[in-house]
């Protein structure tokens, strides 16, 4: 079984940054994906970040050129740098592992950004 686990979420003004962390439970490297996604009250699920297992990214628009995935494969660990946050960036974080026959999810991070 793998778990995933994120941080960093929290409170911030519009204008600043948070980096938030995905420690997995297993080699990330054995992930064809993984990828943050975010969930705002009311709304359904959208894919943020993607950074694939030869370390190519993508970005959904609305956050391309604010938001940034990385990982570091000695900590099993993707993260998601953050910022010139808005009020419209307010959602709880999920982290997601792919394979080819099964995806995974962590438990979320609220990240909650005030006018």
């Known amino acids: 079984q793998v778990q995933l686990v994120e941080s960093g979420g929290g409170l911030v003004q519009a204008g600043g940054s948070l980096r938030l962390s995905c420690v997995a439970s297993?080699?990330?490297?054995?992930?064809?994906?993984m990828a943050w996604y975010r969930q705002a009250p009311g709304k359904q699920r959208e894919l943020v970040a993607t950074?694939?297992?030869?370390?190519?990214?993508n970005y959904a628009d609305s956050v391309k050129g604010r938001f940034t995935i990385s990982r570091d494969n000695a900590k099993n660990t993707v993260y998601l740098q953050m910022s010139s946050l808005k009020p419209e960036d307010t959602a709880v974080y999920y982290c997601?592992?792919?394979?080819?026959?099964?995806?995974?999810w962590g438990q979320g991070t609220q990240v909650t950004v005030s006018a």
């Open positions: 997601r592992a792919t394979r080819p026959l099964y995806a995974y």
């Open positions: 297993r080699n990330i490297l054995t992930f064809n994906a």
């Open positions: 950074i694939i297992s030869d370390g190519s990214t």
